[in-house]
């Protein structure tokens, strides 16, 4: 079945950037989400990429995107301690369009 | 951007009564909602896909009597959770499909179910 792997933890000093990396394995999929969910909320869209594009930006957030080796980053320019919280990529799941999560990665900002 | 409701926001059961949580979509028309469950520290599990008028259907390993979905119209879709255990507590997520563009979910706050 369709997989989406992610890393549980990062660890950044604020003002660096903070890259999050997501693997998938549905070659079929039509776009790729980022979602941040603070903690005891619910989960945020933060930005989507169609699966034709390489790279997306929106404001600090650039989105890569390596359709070749299914391989999906969030990078987080001028990190903010308020950015700390737990950030999903999520697939499209291909013909279902349901969205298939990744296991998260938790973001800590270091002062 | 469009928003998605969830209601009650948590709550709190005891053991063998039913629950039930409404989602809604509050600017936009959803013919299709998704309910995720998520356990602490964990990522959302898809339980069920909503469609409008028509029964959900249920991914593998969701007893479809236990989780009882409705989606009655474009805007409203429930979950009961029937005879709910301690086993069933957990962050309970609904999402609304908006088609008119980009199929991304816009997610409900989530509600919190603790069964004693």
């Known amino acids: 079945g369709e997989d989406v792997e992610q890393s549980l933890f990062l660890s950044v000093r604020e003002g660096d950037s903070s890259v999050i990396n997501c693997t998938y394995t549905?070659?079929?999929?039509?776009?790729l989400y980022w979602y941040k969910q603070e903690p005891g909320a619910g989960l945020q869209l933060l930005t989507y990429i169609f699966s034709n594009m390489d790279m997306k930006q929106d404001q600090r957030l650039t989105v890569l995107l390596n359709k070749k080796d299914k391989h999906l980053s969030l990078r987080i320019a001028d990190t903010q301690t308020g950015d700390s919280a737990i950030y999903f990529c999520a697939d499209s799941g291909g013909a279902t369009n349901k969205l298939i999560f990744g296991t998260g990665t938790l973001l800590a900002v270091q002062p | 951007g469009a928003v998605v409701s969830q209601h009650p926001s948590r709550v709190i059961c005891k053991s063998g009564t039913s629950v039930k949580i409404e989602c809604r979509s509050l600017?936009?028309?959803?013919?299709?909602m998704f309910w995720y469950r998520q356990f602490p520290k964990q990522s959302l599990m898809l339980m069920a896909t909503?469609?409008?008028?028509?029964?959900?259907?249920?991914e593998q390993g969701v007893e479809k009597d236990k989780f009882l979905i409705n989606h009655a119209s474009l805007t409203l879709s429930t979950l009961t959770v029937t005879s709910a255990h301690p086993e069933d507590s957990s962050f309970y997520i609904c999402?609304?499909?908006?088609?008119?563009?980009?199929?991304?979910?816009?997610f409900g706050p989530g509600t919190r179910l603790l069964v004693l």
């Open positions: 600017d936009f028309q959803a013919t299709t």
């Open positions: 549905d070659s079929s999929s039509t776009y």
């Open positions: 999402s609304a499909r908006d088609l008119s563009g980009a199929p991304r979910g816009y």
């Open positions: 909503s469609n409008e008028g028509s029964k959900a259907t249920y």
